[in-house]
């Protein structure tokens, strides 16, 4: 027996089902291929070093800013986010996505840079709706 269909279930996939998921995400790979091979060359341009320094400046203003600006530091479970503009959409069946809740006592400006980071995915694209449309 297959065991499950996919998605981990333990199966092996036989020669056919290789072939279409090879044909499914042909274009998938291309970009990915595309977009990997341009980047090494932008970063072997940039320097490795230089690119090594930078990446570790944004890891800590990334923390700087959890620190100053979320609750607990870091990710947490939506259903203790009081803020329902700050919680992440749970699609029914899956595993628990985290969110972020952000700090109390914050000065205005200050809250607004907070929260803005802090927005899931899908309030944020809404955000941007409304100010492009």
């Not at 499950?4 to 042909?26: I, Y």
């Not at 009081?82 to 952000?102: A, C, K, M, N, T």
């Amino acid at each position: 027996s297959r065991g499950g269909g996919g998605g981990g279930g333990g199966g092996r996939v036989t020669p056919g089902e290789m072939e279409k998921l090879r044909a499914w995400n042909h274009l998938d790979w291309a970009l990915y291929s595309h977009l990997n091979r341009s980047f090494g060359r932008k970063a072997e341009a940039y320097g490795e070093q230089r690119l090594r320094r930078e990446a570790e400046e944004l890891r800590e203003r990334r923390a700087e800013l959890a620190r100053r600006c979320l609750k607990g530091g870091g990710p947490l479970p939506a259903r203790v986010i009081s803020d329902g503009g700050l919680r992440p959409f749970q699609p029914p069946g899956r595993e628990e996505i985290l969110g972020y809740e952000v700090k109390e006592g914050l000065e205005p400006a200050e809250r607004l840079l907070c929260s803005r980071l802090a927005t899931p995915e899908l309030q944020y694209k809404d955000l941007l709706d409304r100010k492009q449309f």
